[in-house]
């Protein structure tokens, strides 16, 4: 006889749905319940995300500036005159490992002139270098019109200019057409190409780019390099520089000079840390916000609730069913506000970094946690209006309406 009066064992659907029943019966309620958390957690994931977008947008306009970028010029002699690097050192140096690109520049000691008219000296102050056609690519340099040097034009007297030199030459783009001409030496060269401006090479702006083969034919260069850059990956910059001066001079590294990683890469490396903190604290504050919501939330439900409370343990309901019941809605309840808040939040951040035209990132962990996170503060907020609820006796819940 004992054992008939015993309550049923609730099994987890059973639970689960008793527990949604208050959010069906009470739909306003539960989604203004729900907004509130959902909100907590949409912040958590815009927190997050818009400054990992813009970590992202800065940390890729740093790297533009030259974070990876290594130049390696001759040590000047003591007569004040630059000696060139092997002609083979530019090959050397592509074959060390974390290299990822390689190229390089060579004084031909030549002088451009906007006419033959002009005197032979006058050079405008302007350098004549013989180019890689992978220049461009290396230097993340750009072209603002015309074209660049490919393997075919690097063979025939074709110039390109960099922004400074085609400002002082007189040519602010290139026509359609026939190109116009500058006089090197005693060649006439076509200019196929006017660069943009290098912040990372300010050498290059001032400078008239021939091609490799073309200053071979027509302006007596050796093919002995004066300058090159290389680009690594950023991890083992360090270790690239260190290899760079036996490299390209077996016999005499002493007179190579190599440029310092750039101070960006320190200022890089130091943002990273800053964003990291940044991102701990306000996801914190934003989940506490969230928990305070859902607590609120609850204590207002069991209190609203007293008669269903009250009646249910006339009919037999234990204290267990109880607190399962109330527990159950606060974690659904929360998970709900989970759902909705990482989709609110995945949309505010995408607008916002596509609106400042930052890449679109979303920390990798960002929405498992402001789930997983919602269900736990779900759960801990709900513990006490539940143990609340369960300790109502019938009478107490019923004379209290």
């Not at 290059?204 to 490799?212: E, F, K, Q």
Request: glycine fraction near 10%.
């Amino acid at each position: 006889m004992a054992d008939d009066l015993r309550p049923v064992r609730l099994t987890p659907l059973d639970l689960l749905a008793l527990g949604a029943l208050g959010i069906r019966i009470r739909k306003v309620r539960a989604a203004l319940s729900a907004l509130g958390i959902s909100i907590g957690i949409a912040t958590m994931i815009v927190v997050t995300g818009i400054p990992a977008s813009s970590e992202r947008a800065l940390m890729d306009q740093l790297t533009r500036l030259g974070t990876n970028l290594l130049q390696a010029v001759p040590a000047p002699q003591q007569n004040g005159e630059d000696t060139a690097f092997p002609a083979e050192s530019v090959a050397m140096v592509g074959r060390i490992w974390p290299v990822t690109s390689v190229t390089a520049v060579a004084n031909t000691h030549a002088v451009v002139r906007r006419s033959d008219l002009i005197d032979p000296r006058d050079g405008s102050g302007l350098t004549v270098l013989a180019s890689r056609p992978d220049l461009l690519e290396t230097l993340d340099a750009t072209v603002r019109s015309g074209r660049f040097l490919d393997a075919v034009s690097t063979t025939f007297p074709t110039v390109v200019l960099g922004s400074v030199a085609a400002k002082r030459l007189g040519f602010p783009a290139v026509p359609p057409g026939p190109p116009p001409q500058v006089v090197i030496g005693n060649v006439w060269y076509s200019v196929i190409g006017i660069l943009n401006p290098t912040p990372l090479s300010p050498d290059i702006d001032r400078s008239v780019l021939v091609g490799w083969d073309s200053a071979r034919a027509w302006l007596g260069f050796e093919g002995r390099p004066t300058v090159i850059y290389v680009r690594a990956r950023e991890p083992s910059i360090e270790a690239v520089r260190g290899v760079l001066p036996p490299t390209i001079s077996p016999g005499r590294p002493s007179a190579v000079l190599v440029t310092r990683p750039s101070d960006a890469l320190a200022a890089k490396r130091a943002t990273e840390h800053t964003f990291s903190a940044l991102f701990l604290g306000l996801a914190l504050v934003a989940l506490v916000v969230g928990g305070i919501g859902v607590a609120n939330t609850m204590v207002i439900s069991v209190l609203e609730r007293r008669c269903e409370i009250g009646l249910r343990r006339a009919l037999g309901a234990s204290r267990g069913q109880i607190r399962g019941q109330f527990l159950t809605e606060s974690v659904l309840l929360a998970g709900l506000g989970g759902v909705s808040g990482c989709v609110l939040g995945l949309a505010g951040t995408t607008a916002y970094a596509l609106a400042h035209h930052w890449p679109v990132v979303i920390p990798a962990l960002a929405v498992p946690a402001a789930l997983g996170g919602a269900v736990v503060v779900g759960a801990v907020a709900g513990a006490y209006p539940s143990m609340r609820a369960a300790r109502m006796t019938p009478t107490a819940a019923l004379n209290s309406v």
